[in-house]
């Protein structure tokens, strides 16, 4: 076996094991490389397509797709005949029924069906109680989502004048302006949902805004709900009323304001 040196002349020669093992390494390392780029490249196109912001886009359509066809096979409407499931009782009913309002919202499930089901379920105080976390719970949701997955694909469409102003008002106004959303009730819940989260507004200011705005109409419809079996009831009466007087309000300023902006 040769030595790593020649005690003779000093030259330096390599012994046949180190030959071998030097060999095998410069032939398999340049055969690896070009193997290993195109798989990290092609992992790489896949990563920034997959979170490109039409992807996360298409994503949110799908997963709000999914969950208004789930609703639509499970009916929630039902509460209002069948009552919550005999192994539900309680504080735990009340904490079951929000985190079910919630979701029932996200998937665009109508809130006054769910506030009348929280009424005459509940009653009058647990009702709004679990009404009002259910309506705050689906509020933030709903934001989260849109925040993550569509904000990015949707601004750069916010591109006329009404699109911009809308966008103006909740980013540097935010509190104030979804506060009114939630008090006026011809703007739809899951609307403002999403158009708060593609502007740029915080989501304290937006799930403040919505518990409070949502209280006078969300406890005219528990109280209604709570009192549907006594028709005549002053409660019933002046809840009916609390849902009425608003609505058509609403529906007169929303007929003059059409009316404006086409004479203009």
């Known amino acids: 076996m040769l030595d790593a ?11 046949p094991r180190a030959s071998a093992a030097q060999l095998t390494t410069a032939v398999l390392a340049p055969a690896a490389t070009p193997a290993a780029a195109p798989a990290a490249g092609v992992a790489a196109r896949c990563a920034r397509v997959l979170l490109s912001p039409w992807s996360r886009l298409s994503l949110l359509v799908v997963l709000l797709a999914a969950a208004a066809s789930a609703m639509l096979l499970l009916e929630p409407q039902k509460l209002l005949t069948d009552g919550l499931p005999s192994q539900l009782g309680g504080a735990a009913a ?5 985190v079910a309002y919630g979701v029932c919202t996200v998937a665009f499930v ?12 509940f009653g009058s105080q647990l009702g709004l109680g679990a009404a009002l976390g259910g309506t705050v719970l689906g509020a933030g949701l709903a934001f989260c989502l849109g925040r993550a ?7 750069p469409l916010l591109r006329g004048r009404w699109l911009k102003a809308a966008d103006h008002q909740l980013s540097r106004h935010g509190f104030r302006s979804m506060l009114a959303a939630r008090l006026f009730p011809g703007v739809p819940f899951a609307a403002s949902n999403y158009c708060a989260a593609v502007s740029r507004m915080g989501l304290l200011p937006f799930l403040l805004a ?26 019933f009466l002046i809840a009916l009323a609390c849902i009425t007087v608003p609505g058509l ?14 004479a203009r």
């Open 5 to 15: 040196t020649n005690r003779s002349g000093g030259t330096a020669t390599a012994s």
């Open 94 to 98: 009340v904490v079951a029924y929000a």
């Open 110 to 121: 109508p809130r006054p069906i769910l506030n009348l089901a929280a009424g005459a379920l």
């Open 149 to 155: 997955l569509g904000q990015d694909a949707l601004r």
């Open 210 to 235: 919505t518990g409070l705005g949502s209280i006078p109409n969300t406890a005219a419809y528990v109280v209604a709900g709570a009192r549907a079996s006594t028709p005549t009831s002053p409660a």
């Open 249 to 262: 309000v609403g529906g007169v300023v929303a007929w003059r304001k059409r009316h404006q902006l086409r």
